[in-house]
């Protein structure tokens, strides 16, 4: 009886204790968090310059990006029949690039710019940045950049460009976008507004396909 007693108590006396005070858990603190650097979206990423004077990257929205492949060519003169006859005549300044059709394929459906690499972009790309039309054979490309008149030496320009607006990229280079988008091949030359006398030049080429 009396264990029981005691036994009683000793419940009554533990249910009466205050409970020890529990810590309070510590406050996060700015430390404690792993703060994610921003990811630069698509638009916000830069493909750099082409590396050489002439060298043209076709860029997608995506910002991927490839370099069109290029030829250094020779202007060539050819005269006209009446030219070697009778001394009056034309003489053609001609593009020649060989094989019939560039590698590089570009649907005309796609959006697509040109970053070309010139001298510096100081100048009007409009003043130094050809984009033409080949004539086609079957060995070979051509473009007719200029005819002369024996006689009166007048010139005029042959080429039949593609229409473009430009802007600024980066300190030496344009961000070119075509305004028309015609099926057919094509290339592009940059000359160089210092040189005085350009007898050969690279081009670069490419096709749009429908």
């Known amino acids: 009886m009396l264990a029981s007693l005691l ?59 490839f370099q069109l492949e290029k030829t250094t060519v020779q202007f060539t003169a050819k005269l ?8 009056i005549g034309k003489a053609r300044t001609r593009i020649t690039v060989p094989g019939p059709s560039a590698e590089t394929r570009i649907p005309s459906s796609d ?20 984009i033409f039309r080949f004539d086609v054979t079957k060995k070979q490309r051509q473009a007719e950049l200029e005819s002369t008149s024996t006689f009166g030496g007048g010139k005029s320009n ?17 961000l070119i976008t075509l305004k028309e988008k015609p099926a057919g091949e094509f290339g592009i030359i940059v000359r160089n507004p210092n040189a005085l006398d350009e007898r050969s030049t690279v081009v670069s080429s490419f096709a749009i396909v429908q």
């Open 7 to 65: 036994l009683v108590c000793e419940v009554i006396a533990y249910a009466q204790e205050p409970e020890a005070a529990q810590p309070k858990p510590a406050e996060p603190k700015l430390a404690d968090f792993e703060v994610a650097e921003p990811k630069a979206t698509i638009s916000e990423t830069v493909i750099g310059e082409p590396e050489f004077i002439g060298e043209v990257f076709v860029l997608y929205p995506d910002g991927s990006a």
């Open 80 to 87: 006209s029949a009446s030219a070697y006859i009778v001394g």
């Open 111 to 130: 959006e697509f710019q040109f970053i070309i690499k010139a001298v510096d972009n100081n100048s009007d790309p409009l003043s130094i940045v050809d």
């Open 158 to 174: 042959n080429l039949d460009f593609l229409p473009f607006t430009a802007k600024k990229y980066g300190t030496s280079s344009y």
